[in-house]
């Protein structure tokens, strides 16, 4: 039986919240993508549901990034979700819909992966100390949840290709001034201010607030077939040959590690190894 990542807590028929939890820096694996399903599907069949409130059991990792030493056959291989679309990015595609208004408090960093989960919720509050990126370019891969398609709509197409180009870590602060986030609060204040801001909608009628999640999503997301590409480019581009020296380095570093490489992980990938072909280019340019 594998361990429960998401604990749920009713606070009311109307106010639930989710709390992850999945090993020393929370990393997303293929059991988050099962657990996250049933989930999804457990909120969208609770129709006096209005907020669900996101956060995480580690104050220094919400959602570190995609487990790199999670079985690759497994992600492959998975049976496409409700949407058509592969389950990783299904859950996505699904959580951005559901009736309820989803916050998510960010305390922590939140990078790849993690950053896919926090861009498909409705509302994002992060404490002051909170770390965004999308890094996966850094690490020789596409990202395949979805961060193009949602970005370029949330901040902006230049600050899209800042920031999933750069694959450079946001410090709270800058993601707060990019509209990555809704606004920065101090984290020791972060927990009561998304609460009372949760229980505030939860006292709303919730066919009111349906509707209106409706039109807004109707106006500013993005088409479902915007999404599958993403995950066939991640596909296809991770865990090549080509990026294994620049991996290895990551790892020896402390990736997937409480310290080292995923305190500054976008410093990390600037400075971690080039693949091989980009180093017998620049020996040939130098020579």
Same mark, same amino acid.
């Given at each position: 039986?594998?361990?429960?990542?998401?604990?749920?807590?009713?606070?009311?028929?109307?106010?639930?919240?989710?709390?992850?939890?999945?090993?020393?820096?929370?990393?997303?694996?293929?059991?988050?993508?099962?657990?996250?399903?049933?989930?999804? #599907?457990?909120? $969208?069949?609770?129709?006096?549901?209005?907020? /669900? +409130?996101?956060? !995480?059991?580690?104050? @220094? *990792?919400?959602?570190?990034?995609?487990?790199?030493?999670?079985?690759?056959?497994?992600?492959?291989?998975?049976?496409?979700?409700?949407?058509?679309?592969?389950?990783?990015?299904?859950?996505?595609?699904?959580?951005?819909?559901?009736?309820?208004?989803?916050?998510?408090?960010?305390?922590?960093?939140?990078?790849?992966?993690?950053?896919?989960?926090?861009?498909?919720?409705?509302?994002?509050?992060?404490?002051?100390?909170?770390?965004?990126?999308?890094?996966?370019?850094?690490?020789?891969?596409?990202?395949?949840?979805?961060?193009?398609?949602?970005?370029?709509?949330?901040?902006?197409?230049?600050?899209?290709?800042?920031?999933?180009?750069?694959?450079?870590?946001?410090?709270? #602060?800058?993601? $707060?001034?990019?509209?990555?986030?809704?606004? /920065? +609060?101090?984290? !020791?204040?972060?927990? @009561? *201010?998304?609460?009372?801001?949760?229980?505030?909608?939860?006292?709303?009628?919730?066919?009111?607030?349906?509707?209106?999640?409706?039109?807004?999503?109707?106006?500013?997301?993005?088409?479902?077939?915007?999404?599958?590409?993403?995950?066939?480019?991640?596909?296809?581009?991770?865990?090549?040959?080509?990026?294994?020296?620049?991996?290895?380095?990551?790892?020896?570093?402390?990736?997937?590690?409480?310290?080292?490489?995923?305190?500054?992980?976008?410093?990390?990938?600037?400075?971690?190894?080039?693949?091989?072909?980009?180093?017998?280019?620049?020996?040939?340019?130098?020579?």
């Amino acid at each position: 039986m594998n361990a429960q990542q998401f604990h749920v807590t009713e606070v009311s028929d109307a106010y639930w919240r989710a709390s992850f939890g999945n090993g020393p820096v929370n990393l997303i694996d293929p059991d988050t993508i099962e657990q996250l399903s049933d989930l999804v #599907a457990r909120i $969208e069949k609770a129709p006096a549901l209005a907020v /669900v +409130v996101f956060n !995480s059991l580690n104050p @220094d *990792f919400f959602m570190a990034h995609w487990d790199i030493t999670a079985d690759r056959a497994r992600v492959a291989t998975m049976r496409p979700g409700p949407t058509g679309l592969h389950p990783y990015v299904d859950n996505l595609v699904r959580l951005s819909k559901v009736s309820a208004v989803t916050i998510a408090a960010v305390r922590g960093r939140a990078r790849g992966a993690g950053s896919e989960f926090l861009l498909a919720t409705d509302i994002r509050f992060a404490g002051h100390n909170a770390v965004l990126g999308q890094v996966e370019l850094g690490m020789g891969a596409v990202p395949g949840g979805g961060a193009m398609a949602r970005l370029a709509r949330l901040v902006g197409r230049s600050r899209a290709a800042e920031i999933v180009l750069g694959a450079d870590d946001f410090p709270a #602060a800058l993601a $707060e001034r990019y509209g990555y986030v809704n606004r /920065v +609060v101090p984290d !020791s204040d972060l927990d @009561d *201010f998304v609460d009372r801001f949760a229980r505030r909608i939860a006292d709303f009628d919730t066919t009111a607030i349906a509707g209106a999640k409706a039109l807004l999503d109707l106006a500013s997301l993005p088409a479902d077939e915007e999404f599958g590409p993403g995950m066939t480019a991640f596909l296809q581009t991770a865990w090549r040959p080509v990026n294994v020296a620049r991996m290895r380095d990551l790892l020896a570093r402390g990736l997937q590690t409480p310290t080292g490489a995923e305190l500054d992980l976008g410093q990390a990938v600037g400075e971690a190894g080039a693949p091989p072909n980009e180093v017998d280019q620049n020996s040939r340019a130098s020579g």
